[in-house]
């Protein structure tokens, strides 16, 4: 076959077509195609050898339709039900966490792309939601005569994903090719940090509120043997009939490879581990998204050994790569454990091998051997110098840090007397987000409170808007309402698209005064969020005077005569109050509930009902009861 020009292997490559024929022409059915249309052939002007390095974006439109997002959970849901039709349904198991007479041992490797505006060896743009193909420079398809150019801005979310994991940042690391060949990645090659990383030496602490294991107790310390950097793989898009779309966006894209101690024995922990590395790299802003995003990928490493014998050497170790939630990672070591366990206690022996996991499985599939380093054939790469770490950036980074999350966490618990996990649920959803737009709102909240703002008095109130943010602003995008697929869009400032900081703060300042009732307080908010404020209605108080709906609550008298219209003919229900083993908690939710329905609802707080319905019942009719007796 003749030699093709640089130009015509650029056509090919990045649109897919292809003039010259030949083997390849005739072939051009069945190699991955572009993640495109071929558009009608053109004349193209190609820039000269200079601009090798120049961002090429092509102006076709994109036909393909964009995959439709299913959250997790409903995957989950999904697949769960198919395993029961075929019989496969998991076992409930109180403790899977051990396994009487054997050890398990976890090793980690994550994979998180850096939160850069560059690819890590060309100056194309990084792109996470543009169309296919469109980012993407020579030096990322391996086009003859491109070089690497290394974009030295993509070592500072690097550096302090190093420092938020505690690592001794190297003063000289060097690039290595890591050789293997795969339709996603062009050259052949992998350039990554094998012999000299940046970063060594790093430990992260889990508390119990991080969810580990009960076995570990209080607390476990995981040593980080080092974190590199490298480039990430084209994306690969399955298709019917054996075909693969190829987006080559993602390729070169830069990634840390942070990769633990064997330290991990109990599956909880690996999984409480991930997330606790996730929570970090969003604190520090070095990374771009968390796991169902696709910004976060774990690799573990499994080994079992028996347990009598400590000081025996560890298990041959399989790796199950690509694994994309929490949940992922803590069922697929259950599944490697248990089968590695199987396979030895019948005499047979565990292969190094490479092995994968699908949602909702209930055992891991081999993949292919493992490859070891020989295999791999890691040279140092020629055409990239060595990189220089100053001890001036790294102080400068350390000392610009600024708030960890185990931090806030304490500060979280200790100042408003949250939970641990309520604190750490605020710390973590929406990549820290969520936690900052709970600080704007308690800001909004003590400027009403004035100067005594920091009185107890008014610590159930900032209680209150932490229970809202988590769980109130939860329930607008849950799965069991029409807007489950609409995003809250909480902003790196504290702010929300949907439901603004000064709306949620006027409804849980009224709330707490009593001036509204809860269920109109939660009516107020869904009327935020589907924009009829202020679409319809300019303010919160607006909605509240057209639509009369202060809350006039009914003096104690009213209370009382409703308490006793509710118990009317409910003999059998208040006899159970008279000598009773367990106060009847039920029964009296139930008389309230009467209450209410009874009543002028709007008029009502169920706490003020339930308390006169109590008092009612002690010091009047449960006496008359027992008069009668």
Not at 22 to 33: D, K
Not at 58 to 87: C, T
Not at 543 to 559: A, G, R
Request: charged share 25%; hydrophobic share 40%; net charge negative.
């Amino acid at each position: 076959m003749p030699r093709l020009r640089v130009a015509a292997l650029s056509r090919y490559l990045l649109h897919g077509r292809f003039f010259t024929p030949g083997c390849l022409r005739s072939q051009a059915r069945t190699i991955c195609t572009v993640a495109r249309n071929p558009p009608k052939p053109t004349a193209v002007q190609w820039p000269r050898v200079r601009a090798l390095h120049t961002e090429i974006t092509s102006s076709q439109p994109d036909s393909a339709p964009s995959p439709i997002h299913v959250p997790l959970r409903k995957q989950l849901k999904d697949e769960a039900k198919k395993q029961k039709v075929l019989g496969k349904k998991k076992k409930k198991n109180a403790n899977n966490q051990v396994v009487d007479g054997w050890e398990l041992t976890v090793g980690i490797e994550i994979h998180a792309q850096l939160n850069t505006a560059r690819k890590l060896f060309s100056p194309a743009t990084t792109s996470f939601n543009d169309g296919p193909n469109s980012h993407v420079a020579y030096f990322d398809l391996a086009i003859p005569g491109s070089q690497p150019i290394f974009q030295k801005e993509t070592l500072i979310p690097a550096l302090r994903a190093a420092l938020a994991l505690n690592c001794n940042i190297q003063g000289i690391s060097r690039f290595d090719r890591k050789h293997y060949f795969h339709w996603d990645q062009p050259s052949g090659y992998q350039i990554t940090q094998y012999y000299e990383p940046f970063a060594r030496d790093g430990r992260i602490v889990l508390q119990g509120r991080d969810g580990i294991a009960a076995e570990d107790g209080d607390g476990v310390s995981i040593g980080i043997k080092q974190i590199q950097m490298e480039q990430d793989t084209a994306k690969t898009l399955a298709q019917p009939g054996d075909v693969h779309w190829i987006d080559f966006n993602r390729v070169g894209m830069p990634l840390i490879e942070i990769i633990t101690l064997p330290d991990i024995h109990h599956p909880a922990t690996a999984a409480a581990l991930v997330k606790k590395v996730q929570i970090l790299l969003n604190a520090a802003d070095a990374c771009v998204s968390g796991m169902e995003a696709g910004g976060l990928r774990a690799d573990v490493n499994v080994s079992v050994r028996r347990s009598d014998d400590p000081a025996a050497p560890l298990g041959q170790r399989t790796e199950i790569k690509n694994l994309s939630s929490f949940k992922a990672v803590e069922d697929a070591i259950i599944a490697e454990r248990d089968r590695q366990i199987a396979v030895l206690e019948s005499g047979g022996t565990i292969e190094s091998e490479t092995r994968g996991w699908s949602i909702g499985s209930t055992e891991t599939r081999r993949l292919r051997g493992k490859e070891g380093e020989v295999d791999y054939r890691y040279m140092p790469d020629p055409d990239i110098g060595p990189v220089i770490i100053g001890d001036d950036l790294v102080d400068h980074l350390r000392g610009s840090m600024g708030e960890l999350p185990d931090a806030e966490v304490d500060r979280l618990i200790q100042r408003f007397g949250l939970t641990p996990k309520d604190a750490l649920s605020l710390v973590a959803l929406d990549e820290g987000k969520r936690v900052e737009y709970f600080w704007r709102v308690v800001h909004l909240l003590s400027r009403q409170f004035g100067p005594n703002a920091s009185l107890p008095e008014y610590l159930p109130c900032c209680q209150l808007a932490a229970n809202w943010i988590l769980h109130e602003l939860g329930r607008l995008t849950s799965e069991r309402n029409e807007d489950a697929a609409q995003d809250l869009g909480f902003t790196e400032d504290g702010q929300c698209d949907r439901v603004p900081v000064e709306h949620l703060t006027h409804i849980l300042m009224y709330l707490y005064q009593r001036k509204i009732t809860a269920k109109v307080a939660k009516e107020l908010l869904w009327a935020v969020f589907r924009r009829r404020i202020p679409d319809e209605y300019p303010t919160i108080d607006d909605v509240l005077n057209e639509e009369n709906l202060w809350f006039e609550e009914l003096n104690e008298d009213e209370y009382v005569e409703l308490a006793y219209a509710a118990a009317e003919g409910q003999d059998e229900v208040v006899k159970q109050f008279v000598d009773y083993k367990h106060y009847p908690q039920g029964k009296l939710m139930f008389l309230v509930g009467r209450m209410i329905r009874l009543g002028a609802e709007e008029r009502i707080d169920p706490k003020e009902a339930e308390r006169v319905m109590r008092r009612v019942l002690e010091e009047k009719l449960i006496p008359d009861i027992k008069n009668q007796t």
